[in-house]
């Protein structure tokens, strides 16, 4: 077998920078850790937590004050260190970063983080590894050489906003903010409010402002399938694991829609557009209050803006509403400031990951958590981190690129095929097909490193 450029040479003493201390940076610390790989996380921020830190101040946290987890306490948990048992099914933030926090003591890895600095420039070092360029709070700065290279800068923090902007969009009178910068419900108070979007966040802070405002309109392009946190007594993401997600994806999805149809109805029922996507064809929105808020007539359902005049916004229907303020969840751009772009960028939110970690044409260079699955990343990272620590370790290797390449485009096609065109989908997989594609690729990796 001829040598893969990713095939470890053991006399090269591996060292590792990590990016970043939110949640797949921690977890690649442990990981890292425990095959005894020297490594440094640099993380811009004073805390561990990254987007789930309230307030943070490295400035990349989209966290508000009433935000709790979409995904249960049980499928978030990382397998090596389950969340407390007297959490709830749906902890917060301050719970989730006090569980992270917990999570860097047990495994004694707050000695190898440096806070308050952050990573500037990503380059290929000549002669192999990589240079990079950091800076520190303190003033402070240097470059540190390293073998290899793990991104977890998550990918919730780059606001993308309306493009073109909607027309009069620069002379509206009230006020514009994204979903990114929102915290607290004040800002609603005796307002009249538009919450553009339809997923997680613009569910969350339309019924949020339902309950402040003097009046709330949620606007969409399109229609969007509503899970609520419970079926039955059971957290959802729980009672639809195991036996039902190793069927085919129509079952998934027919098995899916049944039940919802007698647990809460359809999204008709509430005023919503119909969905143009069968159930598990795009992201679904996780809510357990809308539909509430919709049948008490405390949110009003609109289509997509069409104009801005004024202090007033004209939607597609030709309705008008006056409104104070408008929130924007139109999404994120995935981006790497620290890499220039002929080294790895993420046009459109494409990504050109082999198994959505490996760079084909970056040896070294690593990127954690960087999904949107059916369920929670947590767990995901954690196994993308192992899988990484045993190649960085020498304990397995990589297919040729040719290979990874080929790879790379059967999976994009497949997610083509299945999901409604849109940029929150270039990075979308099914959690429990991903931890078993997972599986079978660290078998590979190793069977390939013991044949070399």
Known sequence: MSESPYTRRMSEAPRVCVIGAGSSGITACRSLAE????????????????????????GMSAAYRSLHINTSRQMMAYGRFPMPEDYPDYPDHFQITSYFEDFVDHFGLREEIRFQTEVEAVEPAEGGGWDVRWSARDGESGTDRFTDVMVCNGHHWDKRWPEPAYPGAESFEGIQIHAHDYRTPEIFDGKRVLVLGIGNSATDISVESSRHAEATFLAMRRGAWILPKYLGSKPTDRATTGIMARTPIALQSLGMSIMLRFAVGKPTDYGLPKPDHKL????????????????????????????????????????????????Y??????????????????????????RRVVAPDQPGLYFIGLIQPLGAIMPLAEVQSDWVAELIAGEGALPDRIEMTRQIALEQAKMKRRYVKSKRHTIQVDFEDYLRLLSKERSRSRALAGSA
Do not use: M
């Open 35 to 58: 095959k005894g790989i020297e490594f440094v996380c640099f993380e811009k921020g004073s805390g561990i937590g990254g987007n789930w830190r309230y307030e943070n101040d490295n």
């Open 280 to 327: 598990l064809h795009a992201h679904p929105t996780v809510s357990q209050d809308l539909y509430n808020r919709l049948g008490h007539g405390d949110i009003t359902v609109k289509p997509n803006i069409e104009r801005f005049e004024g202090d007033s916004v004209v939607f597609e229907d030709g309705t008008r509403e006056k409104v104070d303020v408008v929130v």
């Open 329 to 354: 969840c139109t999404g994120y751009k995935i981006t790497f400031p620290f890499l220039a772009p002929e080294i790895f960028n993420a046009d459109e939110n494409q990504v050109d990951l082999y």
